[in-house]
């Protein structure tokens, strides 16, 4: 069964640093674009960042350029989100996601395509 499966959230102080990852069981990111996604309470789902499949070009939501980043293995085995200099703003259930297309990240983040498998989804608290 095609599925993501994600790890690394958990509780952290305002300016701290999470890591995480999110990797693909019996298929590789290959044919992937990879992207961040996460809803806050009450909230609807947004595009955090996103890597394009062809060429790992980069598209980062503006609330946090400059803070985040998003990096995969060698292998494309595992896709990485590093959060950094987190907010309390940024406390959210982060979802992984991937499409078998070659769309550009931005198109990807924005939300307006299907995306083919989801992961369960990684708890991050920002609390002091």
């Known amino acids: 069964q095609v599925q993501l499966v994600e790890s690394g959230g958990g509780l952290v102080q305002p300016g701290g640093s999470l890591t995480l990852s999110c990797k693909p069981s019996e298929f590789t990111f290959d044919n992937y674009a990879v992207g961040w996604f996460r809803q806050a309470p009450g909230k609807g789902r947004e595009g955090v960042a996103c890597i394009s499949r062809r060429d790992g070009s980069l598209f980062y939501t503006d609330a946090v350029k400059g803070r985040f980043a998003v990096s995969r293995d060698l292998h494309r085995t595992a896709v990485y989100l590093h959060l950094n200099n987190l907010r309390f703003e940024d406390t959210a259930t982060y979802y992984c996601?991937?499409?078998?297309?070659?769309?550009?990240?931005?198109?990807?983040?924005?939300?307006?395509?299907?995306?083919?498998?989801w992961g369960p989804g990684a708890q991050v608290v920002v609390s002091s």
């Open positions: 996601a991937a499409v078998a297309m070659d769309v550009p990240p931005n198109n990807y983040c924005s939300g307006i395509l299907v995306s083919d498998v």
